[in-house]
Nanobody
Framework: QVQLVESGGGLVQAGDSLRLSCADSRRAFSGYAMGWFRQAPGKEREFVTVISWSGGTTRYADSVKGRFTISRDNAKNTVYLQMNSLKPEDTAVYYC????????????????WGQGTLVTVSS
C-alpha cells in the first residue's frame, strides 16, 4: 500500500500560485488513482481533484475548476497540484489521497491519505 507524504504548502497572498507535491515513499503508486482533498478550519473535508492512473481522466471541484491543475509522474511516484489565482477561501490543510478509481475518490472511498500540508492565503 502507498505511503503518502505531501509538501509545498505555505503562506501566500491572494492571486499567487503554489504547487503541492505528494510522493509515495513505498513506491507502490502503480494502479492507483490519486487526488487531493482539503479541510478548512471548522469545516468538513472536501474533495478537490482526482487523476486516474494513466492521467487520462481528471475531475475537479467546481470551486477550483480553471484555477487548479492536477498532474502525476508515475516514474517518480509523485502527484502534483498546481494552484493558481489563489483566494483566501482556498486556505486549508491539503491532503493527498489514493483510491482504486477516480469514481471512488469522488465518493470519498480512499485507500490511503497523507498527513496534510497547510496552505494559507492572505487577502
Amino acid at each position: 500500500q502507498v505511503q503518502l507524504v505531501e509538501s509545498g504548502g505555505g503562506l501566500v497572498q491572494a492571486g499567487d500560485s503554489l504547487r503541492l507535491s505528494c510522493a509515495d515513499s513505498r513506491r507502490a503508486f502503480s494502479g492507483y488513482a490519486m487526488g487531493w482533498f482539503r479541510q478548512a478550519p471548522g469545516k468538513e473535508r472536501e474533495f478537490v481533484t482526482v487523476i486516474s492512473w494513466s492521467g487520462g481522466t481528471t475531475r475537479y471541484a467546481d470551486s477550483v475548476k480553471g484555477r487548479f491543475t492536477i498532474s502525476r509522474d508515475n516514474a517518480k511516484n509523485t502527484v502534483y497540484l498546481q494552484m493558481n489565482s489563489l483566494k483566501p477561501e482556498d486556505t486549508a490543510v491539503y491532503y493527498c489521497a489514493a483510491s482504486t478509481t477516480p469514481q471512488a475518490m469522488v465518493k470519498n472511498v480512499l485507500d490511503a491519505w497523507g498527513q496534510g500540508t497547510l496552505v494559507t492565503v492572505s487577502s
